[in-house]
């Protein structure tokens, strides 16, 4: 396998409602090497129905990033226009990370807080009756105290789907630089590591040994399987 299949600099981001693929979680990406693109809900695609905004999403997913090895994620109202996206295709076969993904409508009774997304019901309601396609490799984050991404909706629906989330304790809707920043580092495997990996591949030399990967966390494990993949290639 070509490095280039196995790995692309290329990752869909799509942020949230009124946000943009160059700043915040975008140029974090960027700033790791990656080249961005996707979808803002800003001008043109704003004004869009929330039908035509899902369907665009899909025809990008499919006709651009559907592979095991893409990558895609999402941020807020980002989010839900992906889950919507994935409720009437295949389940989607490269990596997805979710932050602070808003998933229907929620009702804060003791704030009188109010929120209602487009079609607020319909991914619970798929979820519910088992149609909802999960992705095969989803990472879920929200904070405990977002009120528009709620920890309870947030788990509900994706313990439905046999996907566990992780709650960030004391955080908001903005999880933060200090947060997200390790997420990024241990989820995304930049191409320059790929490539010295290979470099030291091909000379024979080893830089996992059982010990350490003994000793670091089960993501770190994925992200060395994923660079011993590209040693095999």
């Known amino acids: ?52 905004q899902v369907e665009t999403v899909k025809e990008d ?12 994620v999402a941020n807020s109202f980002g989010a839900y226009l992906f889950l919507h996206a994935q409720a009437s295709l295949e389940p989607y076969p490269g990596k997805v990370l979710l932050l602070s993904p808003i998933v229907g409508g929620f009702l804060d009774e003791s704030t009188g807080r109010a929120f209602s997304p487009p079609q607020e019901n319909q991914l619970l309601q798929l979820a519910e009756a088992g149609q909802f396609p999960a992705p095969k490799s989803v990472e879920v984050h929200t904070g405990s105290e977002d009120w528009q991404s709620h920890p309870d909706a947030v788990t509900k629906f994706f313990g439905l789907l046999g996907v566990s989330a992780v709650i960030a304790d004391g955080l908001g ?29 091909h000379v024979g030399t080893s830089i996992f040994s ?24």
């Open 173 to 201: 809707h903005s999880l933060g630089k200090d947060y997200v920043s390790p997420i990024l580092a241990e989820w995304v495997v930049t191409s320059s590591e790929i490539q010295i990996f290979i470099r030291l591949c």
């Open 61 to 72: 997913l499919v006709n651009h990033f559907w592979t095991e090895d893409s990558r895609v």
């Open 210 to 233: 059982a010990h350490q990967i003994g000793q670091q966390s089960s993501r770190s494990v994925r992200r060395q399987l994923v660079l011993s993949n590209a040693c095999e290639s």
């Open 1 to 52: 396998m070509e490095l280039e299949e196995l790995m692309t600099n290329l990752i869909y981001y799509l942020p949230g409602w009124a946000g943009h693929l160059n700043t915040g979680l975008g140029k974090a990406l960027m700033d790791r090497g990656f080249d961005v693109t996707g979808r803002e809900t800003r001008d043109d695609f704003k004004d869009l129905t929330f039908t035509d």
